[in-house]
Every structure is written in C-alpha cells, then in structure tokens.
C-alpha cells in the first residue's frame, strides 16, 4: 500500500517538475504595437498662392498730354501681381477711376495707365489741364427739357450748338418784301435749326440742384464747354435775340475751328469789334428827396 502511494507522489512530482520546467522555458508573449498608430500622421502643407490676377488700364493708343480720356482711350487687361506688392495701389482697375480723367503728361501706346498720370475733374489740376491755350471755358446753361444731355454727356464728350430760327418774308414800308430771320417763328413750319459751333468739348458738367420730390429742379445746371474767342463772341452775340440748341456732336473728334460749318461772313459776324451801344454819361444837377 505504502509502495503505491510513494509511487503516486512520485508521479506528481514529476508532474510538477515539468509544469515547472515548461513555464520557466517558454519566453513570455511579445507585445506588438500597432505601427500605424504609433506613425505621427502628417498633412500635406498646402502653400498659400503669393501672386493674382488683376484687371487693369492700358493705353490704347498714344495718349497726348491734356486729353480727357474717354472709353477710346484704354483698355483693361489682365495682370499677374504679387499680392503684397506695393505697385498694386497705383494701377487703375475700375472705368470709373479713368473715364472723363485728363491725361497729366503724355502716355505711349499699351502701357499702364497710373494714378499718378491722370487728374480727376474734381481736382485743382483738371481745367488747368483741361483747356488748352487760347481756349476759355464758357457755360451754357441748360433748360428742363435738356436734362437727358445730363444723363448721357460727360466730362470729355463732343457738343454741337445749333441755331433756332426761320426765315420769314415780311413787307417794307415801300411795300416791298424782304427776308427777316426770327428765331423762333411762331409758324412750326417754317422753323429751321442751323449748326453754327460744332466739334465742342465738354469741359464740366455741373448738375445743379438735386431733383424735388416731383422730379422737378428750378435749375437743371449748366455745361461748361472749351470756346475760342471768336466762337464765344458769335455764341454770345447770337443769344442775346435768339433761341440756341445743343446736341450731341455729330463728330467723333474734337474740332478746332467750331465755325467751320458757317460761312465766312456768318464766320467773321459781329463784323466791327466797335462799341455798338455808346453810354452817355448824364449829370445829376438836383437830388430830391420824397
């Protein structure tokens, strides 16, 4: 009994011997990290762009000192510019920065057109600039119905004057008949308008006062238009006793000689540069009172 018992507890002992031997022996399991989260992740950078496109101004023809641009005159182009350029603030990228502007020195064809080349109409330089030599500045004063000029002319913009008249036969005290020019004649028929100053550049447009709540105005303001001296002597002698028109000029370049339409005795009127009135100067001899 005894000798089964010893040979039991020798099994389990050896039993336990190689449980023993088995642990000790077999390495532990290997932890394996997951590479993908131990890898740091990286965005691609993605660089902002250091330059744009911009629109701007070009000449597009050769540009003559005092020339008050019109649409004619430039174009718009695109350019690339580096965005923290400091020439970006002098380029021009909107019509309405240029449009009616005088040119402040002469501009070569498809080059930039700069702030600093061009003067606004509102600023001290432009009708200096504006006018050229031997020509004055003179206003015409527009009525209510001549309001759709103000919408459709600006700064630049070419003017013909026209004559409002007719030619009517009247009889003498001889009994004879002769042609008298009225203007207007009270017979719609017989109305006529003749050009008398064409090819006249708009120096400034003044509108006036502000339209009421009727779409009204007292006073519709004035054109002021570039004139020689002998086109305002006739201009002005004429709108004394008659009826003057202005229209959108018919020419697309600015004309010189304004008159050229007339003839040249129309040309030459007033024909005497002489006093027409003589004042004769009167002496008070008595002042009285009430």
């Not at 019109?70 to 690339?80: A, M, W």
């Not at 965005?83 to 380029?91: C, G, H, L, P, T």
């Not at 070569?108 to 200096?128: M, Q, R, T, V």
């Amino acid at each position: 009994m005894k000798d089964k018992k010893l040979i039991i507890l020798y099994v389990l002992m050896l039993v336990v011997g190689l449980a023993l031997l088995f642990t000790k022996s077999s390495p532990p399991p290997a932890v394996v990290e997951n590479p993908v989260q131990q890898a740091v992740v990286e965005e691609p950078k993605i660089e902002l762009p250091k330059t744009e496109m911009i629109s701007v101004a070009f000449a597009k023809h050769a540009i003559n000192k005092k020339t008050i641009l019109t649409k004619d005159d430039y174009y718009f182009k695109s350019i690339e510019i580096d965005k923290e350029s400091i020439e970006k603030s002098k380029y021009i990228t909107d019509s309405a920065e240029i449009d009616a502007y005088v040119a402040k020195n002469n501009i070569a064809k498809d080059s930039f057109i700069e702030h600093s080349f061009i003067a606004s109409p509102n600023s001290p330089d432009y009708l200096l600039l504006a006018l050229k030599e031997g020509n004055y500045m003179f206003p015409f004063k527009l009525e209510k119905m001549d309001f759709y000029l103000m919408k459709n002319l600006k700064n630049g913009d070419l003017v013909d004057l026209y004559l409002f008249y007719s030619d009517e036969t009247v009889r003498t005290r001889n009994n004879n008949e002769e042609g008298k020019l009225v203007s207007p004649s009270n017979d719609f028929a017989k109305n006529r308008i003749k050009p008398i100053i064409v090819g006249k550049k708009i120096i400034y447009i003044d509108l006036g006062n502000e339209l009421d709540p009727n779409f009204q105005k007292s006073d519709i303001g004035q054109i002021q238009l570039e004139l020689s001296n002998q086109e305002i002597k006739l201009l002005r002698t004429l709108m004394t006793n008659s009826k003057i028109m202005i229209y959108p000029s018919i020419y697309k370049k600015n004309v010189e000689d304004g008159l050229r339409s007339l003839s040249d005795k129309e040309r030459k009127w007033p024909l005497s540069d002489k006093d027409i009135f003589l004042e004769k100067q009167k002496r008070i001899n008595l002042l009285k009172g009430n």
